[in-house]
């Protein structure tokens, strides 16, 4: 064994060579700190068998008399075994044997060449580990290095990329860069959508940011469906990112229904505003149409009179044109405010919602001779809001505080609605001069069914508040018995970014 000894001792591979009966007959320096160190004596017509899993016994021995044979299906492939020696994080090591026979073993010997593969066994397996989790994941998955190149995808990414005729190399997605399938999807993609998350990857990636996420839709032609991409940073030295794409369709949904439903009872409400109003607006409109028939009969009158004095028939006319446009803004006014409308936010001055619930408002509080007056700021305040909501919640407050003032028959009978900036909200008071709330009514006044109207229903203040808190807002009264009353809500104002 002297040449066997020469030329692998100092081989950084463990080489042995072994008995049938699977007993050490050689091995050489690297084998044995493979296989826990001491002496070559300690180690010569010792056997293998002590060292490994006693489930591994029996296909270690069949393997080396298989090797001394030269023969056998585990001649062609590496054996794995556990040796029951302590390995990284206290597991056993895991040894990879590969054996033939031995040339001049007559059948009885065999070399092994043999080398622990622990750390590689270990990372297999948390590699497959890791792509187990990400399969377990419903949401689609793509693992992104530094450059964004995807490394990894999960089944579910499959799934959704076959399910949607998707490429063979967009199924696989290994090696894909996903940065430049977003740029390419951009050219077709007016919202802008690819390219917003191509910019929130490389956001992340760069560490700009610490998370990114878009809500987006992917409809098909049978079938509508929204989706939330987030991104996340992997929290490793070589960097890269996790973008998940989860199915938000039901939770959208729920929101649209959620929403609509929200409108039919605020629509609701506006037609139980237009009750309260439609006595008032009756005798606003008989105002200019009966001026109006005035008008039109002394045109008739004008226009028979021989010689015809054109001017004055013409200036006639006018007034009476100007009494049919009065009517006209009423009506369009009343219309506007019963309409059922989507949610949809518009930019606009905060003051113009004001001017036109006043101006709804006007008649009923000229037959209860409640006098409005406006506070309003020089400067225009900007605010991204539904114009029909907000104008209801105007209404809302403006109706009951001159209900309010009526009911009690209070002698002074005025309304102020002041409108102010603070910090980064818009903030609307409309305060009345009626008899105030008690203190358990300042509590309970938002609340639905709650009113201390006889023919009330409870609900114009409660819808008044959901409305304020879906644009983000807050609303609240301030109020003491003999003092008044002051309802408030606040708006976010509209910043230039287009946020609001």
């Not at 007959?25 to 056997?47: F, H």
């Given at each position: 064994?002297?040449?066997?000894?020469?030329?692998?001792?100092?081989?950084?591979?463990?080489?042995?060579?072994?008995?049938?009966?699977?007993?050490?007959?050689?091995i050489n320096a690297a084998g044995i700190q493979l296989l826990g160190g001491g002496s070559r004596s300690e180690w010569i017509r010792r056997s293998l068998g002590p060292l490994l899993?006693?489930?591994?016994?029996?296909?270690?021995?069949?393997?080396?008399?298989?090797?001394?044979?030269?023969?056998?299906?585990?001649?062609?492939?590496?054996?794995?075994?556990?040796?029951?020696?302590?390995?990284?994080?206290?597991?056993?090591?895991?040894?990879?044997?590969?054996?033939?026979?031995?040339?001049?073993?007559?059948?009885?010997?065999?070399?092994?060449?043999?080398?622990?593969?622990?750390?590689?066994?270990?990372?297999?397996?948390?590699?497959?580990?890791?792509?187990?989790?990400?399969?377990?994941?419903?949401?689609?998955?793509?693992?992104?290095?530094?450059?964004?190149?995807?490394?990894?995808?999960?089944?579910?990414?499959?799934?959704?990329?076959?399910?949607?005729?998707?490429?063979?190399?967009?199924?696989?997605?290994?090696?894909?860069?996903y940065l430049s399938a977003c740029c390419d999807a951009s050219a077709e993609d007016p919202d802008r959508l690819a390219q917003r998350s191509a910019e929130g990857i490389r956001a992340?990636?760069?560490?700009?940011?610490?998370?990114?996420?878009?809500?987006?839709?992917?409809?098909?032609?049978?079938?509508?469906?929204?989706?939330?991409?987030?991104?996340?940073?992997?929290?490793?030295?070589?960097?890269?990112?996790?973008?998940?794409?989860?199915?938000?369709?039901?939770?959208?949904?729920?929101?649209?229904?959620?929403?609509?439903?929200?409108?039919?009872?605020?629509?609701?409400?506006?037609?139980?505003?237009?009750?309260?109003?439609?006595?008032?607006?009756?005798?606003?409109?008989?105002?200019?149409?009966?001026?109006?028939?005035?008008?039109?009969?002394?045109?008739?009158?004008?226009?028979?009179?021989?010689?015809?004095?054109?001017?004055?028939?013409?200036?006639?006319?006018?007034?009476?044109?100007?009494?049919?446009?009065?009517?006209?803004?009423?009506?369009?006014?009343?219309?506007?405010?019963?309409?059922?409308?989507?949610?949809?936010?518009?930019?606009?001055?905060?003051?113009?919602?004001?001017?036109?619930?006043?101006?709804?408002?006007?008649?009923?509080?000229?037959?209860?001779?409640?006098?409005?007056?406006?506070?309003?700021?020089?400067?225009?305040?900007?605010?991204?809001?539904?114009?029909?909501?907000?104008?209801?919640?105007?209404?809302?407050?403006?109706?009951?505080?001159?209900?309010?003032?009526?009911?009690?028959?209070?002698?002074?009978?005025?309304?102020?609605?002041?409108?102010?900036?603070?910090?980064?909200?818009?903030?609307?008071?409309?305060?009345?001069?009626?008899?105030?709330?008690?203190?358990?009514?300042?509590?309970?006044?938002?609340?639905?069914?709650?009113?201390?109207?006889?023919?009330?229903?409870?609900?114009?203040?409660?819808?008044?508040?959901?409305?304020?808190?879906?644009?983000?807002?807050?609303?609240?009264?301030?109020?003491?018995?003999?003092?008044?009353?002051?309802?408030c809500f606040t708006l976010p104002l509209h910043d230039d970014g287009g946020t609001a």
């Amino acid at each position: 064994m002297d040449l066997f000894t020469q030329l692998c001792d100092w081989a950084p591979i463990g080489y042995a060579v072994f008995d049938i009966e699977g007993r050490f007959v050689e091995i050489n320096a690297a084998g044995i700190q493979l296989l826990g160190g001491g002496s070559r004596s300690e180690w010569i017509r010792r056997s293998l068998g002590p060292l490994l899993d006693p489930t591994q016994s029996e296909r270690a021995l069949r393997h080396l008399h298989e090797a001394c044979a030269g023969q056998g299906e585990l001649l062609r492939e590496p054996c794995i075994l556990h040796v029951l020696l302590p390995g990284e994080n206290g597991h056993p090591r895991r040894l990879q044997f590969f054996s033939r026979p031995h040339p001049t073993g007559g059948g009885r010997l065999c070399l092994t060449a043999f080398q622990d593969i622990s750390a590689e066994a270990q990372r297999r397996e948390s590699d497959s580990q890791r792509q187990a989790v990400l399969d377990a994941l419903s949401a689609q998955i793509a693992v992104l290095d530094v450059t964004g190149r995807i490394t990894a995808v999960n089944a579910a990414w499959r799934r959704f990329a076959r399910g949607n005729g998707a490429s063979p190399e967009l199924e696989a997605g290994i090696g894909l860069n996903y940065l430049s399938a977003c740029c390419d999807a951009s050219a077709e993609d007016p919202d802008r959508l690819a390219q917003r998350s191509a910019e929130g990857i490389r956001a992340v990636l760069s560490g700009e940011l610490p998370h990114f996420g878009l809500e987006y839709p992917c409809h098909s032609a049978d079938k509508q469906r929204w989706f939330l991409m987030s991104v996340t940073p992997l929290e490793l030295d070589f960097g890269g990112v996790v973008v998940a794409h989860t199915d938000i369709s039901k939770r959208v949904h729920m929101e649209h229904e959620s929403r609509r439903r929200r409108e039919e009872v605020a629509h609701a409400s506006r037609l139980s505003s237009v009750t309260v109003l439609a006595a008032s607006l009756v005798h606003e409109l008989s105002q200019p149409l009966a001026a109006a028939n005035l008008y039109a009969e002394a045109a008739v009158t004008i226009g028979r009179k021989e010689p015809l004095d054109s001017a004055y028939l013409l200036s006639v006319m006018d007034d009476m044109r100007d009494q049919v446009d009065r009517a006209t803004r009423i009506i369009e006014g009343l219309r506007r405010f019963m309409r059922r409308g989507e949610f949809k936010k518009e930019t606009g001055r905060l003051e113009e919602r004001v001017h036109e619930a006043v101006a709804l408002v006007a008649p009923l509080a000229r037959r209860k001779r409640v006098r409005l007056k406006l506070d309003l700021q020089t400067e225009p305040v900007m605010v991204r809001v539904n114009p029909l909501q907000i104008e209801q919640v105007l209404v809302n407050l403006l109706c009951n505080a001159i209900e309010a003032i009526d009911l009690a028959g209070s002698p002074v009978r005025n309304i102020r609605v002041r409108v102010e900036t603070l910090a980064r909200a818009a903030r609307v008071t409309v305060a009345d001069s009626g008899p105030g709330l008690e203190p358990q009514w300042v509590a309970r006044i938002f609340d639905v069914l709650e009113t201390k109207k006889e023919s009330g229903m409870g609900m114009g203040l409660a819808i008044s508040r959901t409305i304020v808190e879906t644009h983000g807002g807050k609303i609240w009264v301030e109020s003491a018995p003999g003092k008044g009353a002051e309802l408030c809500f606040t708006l976010p104002l509209h910043d230039d970014g287009g946020t609001a």
